[in-house]
Nanobody, 116 residues
């Protein structure tokens, strides 16, 4: 069982920046894909950014080029750097990983609120 713990969310003013972190209980080399998604109540969860092996990144149209996904294998942590934040970026942000046998694990989510 893989556990993912997100952190770094909070309230930020429009135009501000945040860095979200997702600490995994296992080695990131165990995962085929790693991603951040977000969800607003009443709406479908949408992809924000993803890293796919052997090496590639993918970003949602609504957030690029304002976000960057990265990972630190030594710390088993996945990051999401966000800048030029807008009120419409307000959502719960979830980290997820997919193992090589096709199982997807999700974190509990972290709230990001962009408001003045």
């Amino acid at each position: 069982q893989v556990q993912l713990v997100e952190s770094g969310g909070g309230k930020v003013q429009p135009g501000g920046s945040l860095r979200l972190s997702c600490a995994a209980s296992g080695s990131l080399f165990s995962f085929r894909n790693m991603a951040w998604s977000r969800q607003v109540p009443g709406k479908q969860r949408e992809l924000v950014a993803a890293i796919s092996r052997p090496g590639g990144t993918n970003y949602g149209d609504s957030v690029k080029p304002r976000v960057t996904i990265s990972s630190d294998n030594a710390k088993n942590t996945i990051y999401l750097e966000m800048s030029s934040l807008k009120p419409e970026d307000t959502a719960v942000y979830y980290c997820n990983v997919e193992s090589y046998n096709g199982i997807t694990y999700w974190g509990q989510g972290t709230q990001v609120t962009v408001s003045s």
